[in-house]
């Protein structure tokens, strides 16, 4: 049995369904990062599952249990801002502890407690520092320890990461992935941010106008995603009609490789940056190199097909990328080609 699960849960704001009969289930010991661009549904689906918004329709189920005539301080479940919200009067130990103190537990239980998460979040000693003396990254440390001291069965995070720096993000990301494995939480975390979700999450979750477009590991969403609007929210901009025959795929930039066994006749077909081999201008596709962008491990170049077709997106080694103005030829490997459903 699922530790969440999710029956067509339906709310309405006026005529819009902002969650639109959403099915979910999160297994015990797992992390479910839902995804999608602002006004999606996903901070409304997570405000559901804590009972800070009531369902006009459908169920929320915490180990089976229906938790229509549950309130949200008594369904055991952890909830951790953008904002972090923070006591500001109160200092680091006192902000740990609150979920202890509103559940009873002694001044000794608190204090052990306390020690224990701020040593796991890596902060050891830190239970009488002010809040308001904390860099942004040791307050989001800090409300994820106020958040797992009552040892929830669920930990719901949204936007954990949102307002930190990338560097900061990118490392915490691992820190998180790690401490929830050694922990055993399970977590329903919400993002619009593909990178932090694909890091943390052992499942992901692609919402779009209140309804779930995707659900897959990391691994599946990426190398298939379900339909075009999925794609271009994970950031693919080689995406164009296509006319599958056979092995082949007729599209705006000429006949193109697909891979055995994809579907047949009208479809959309998405090329991976990785898939436009740069080779001979008098070979391929003709284009002309219309702009770089430095990626870090790799130089995305942005390519104008001379027949006026839609622009192309490559991923080049850095010694190896055509400058600005140069004329390339373009071809197209087909194990780096999707046609989606």
Do not use: Y
């Amino acid at each position: 049995m699922p530790l969440l699960e999710l029956d067509a849960a339906t709310v309405r704001f006026g005529a819009r369904a902002v969650l639109d009969a959403v099915d979910l289930t999160v297994d015990e010991h797992e992390v479910v990062c839902v995804l999608g661009p602002s006004g999606s549904g996903k901070s409304t689906l997570l405000r559901a599952v804590a009972g800070l918004q009531p369902l006009g329709a459908g169920r929320v189920l915490l180990g089976g249990q229906d938790q229509a005539r549950v309130p949200a301080h008594q369904r055991g479940v952890g909830l951790m801002f953008q904002d972090h919200q923070l006591f500001p009067q109160r200092d680091v130990g006192g902000n740990v502890a609150f979920g202890l103190r509103m559940r009873g537990a002694g001044k000794e239980q608190q204090a052990a407690r306390v020690g224990e998460l701020l040593e796991l979040v890596g902060l050891p000693g830190a239970a009488r520092r002010a809040v308001a003396g904390l860099s942004g990254g040791e307050q989001q440390r800090v409300a994820l320890a106020r958040a797992l001291a009552p040892r929830p069965r669920l930990l719901m995070l949204d936007e954990p990461l949102g307002q930190l720096d990338r560097s900061l993000r990118e490392r915490l990301v691992v820190e998180l992935r790690e401490l929830f494995g050694r922990l055993g939480t399970t977590v329903l975390a919400v993002t619009h941010d593909q990178g932090e979700a694909f890091a943390l999450a052992d499942r992901v979750v692609v919402m779009r106008d209140g309804r779930i477009a995707q659900s897959g590991t990391p691994l599946d969403v990426w190398q298939r995603p379900a339909d075009e609007f999925v794609a271009r929210f994970l950031g693919f901009g080689n995406v164009v009609p296509a006319t599958v025959e056979g092995a082949a795929a007729v599209t705006p930039w000429g006949k193109l490789p697909v891979p055995e066994g994809s579907g047949q006749g009208t479809r959309t077909l998405l090329v991976r940056p990785a898939g436009v081999r740069l080779v001979a201008a008098d070979a391929g596709l003709p284009c002309t190199v219309a702009a770089r962008t430095f990626q870090g491990t790799h130089v995305t170049v942005h390519l104008q097909p001379e027949d006026g077709g839609p622009r192309l997106e490559a991923a080049c080694a850095l010694r190896r990328a055509p400058a600005a103005g140069d004329t390339v030829g373009v071809e197209f490997d087909a194990t780096e080609t999707v046609v989606l459903d």
